[in-house]
């Protein structure tokens, strides 16, 4: 089965630096096939037959802790689940015209329900915003982009059980795990 592997919070402002070559070796030694990786926010694409998303988080977790050192949250969603929500994704969802458009991911146990809610109603002057299963996707005019809710998503309670990625790298993500 195909999965995706995205890590939360490495290679940002020079923080939790991860060589993605060596984030590349280290799946390899969990067992893990045809690992690729894409760009350098850790996005990473493997084959393995394990099945317990659960299961599969925690050696994930646990394997680049003690290859980097430091503690690193992933969300693991299969390559299904991504090509599932895509097609849900909304009409007015990345468009590139002038906008920010962003798929949040949401991390179990969190659901996006409740990330929606912790982030509250939606300032629809501003911002769009809509959920297929765990994906949430959201859109915003770049100039008015401060005044929308989930600008200030992060130091909220929900910001620590999502990681993001742009329209353009969710999209490339789909047509990596093909």
Known sequence: MKYIALLRGINVGGNNRVPMAELRHCFESLGYTNVKSYINSGNIIFDTNEQDIAKLIKKCEQAIEDVF????ICCVITASELHDALKHAPDWWGLDDGKKHNA???IPPATAASIMKVVGETKPEYEKVTSHGSTIFWSAP?????????????????????????????KKLVELSV
């Not at 050192?69 to 690193?72: A, E, R």
């Not at 770049?142 to 990625?165: C, N, P, Q, W």
């Open 69 to 72: 050192g430091f503690h690193v």
């Open 104 to 106: 949040i991911f949401v």
């Open 142 to 170: 770049l100039r008015t982009f401060s005044h929308t809710r989930y600008s200030k998503i992060v130091g909220t309670s929900a910001y620590k059980s999502i990681t993001i990625r742009n329209s353009n790298t969710t």
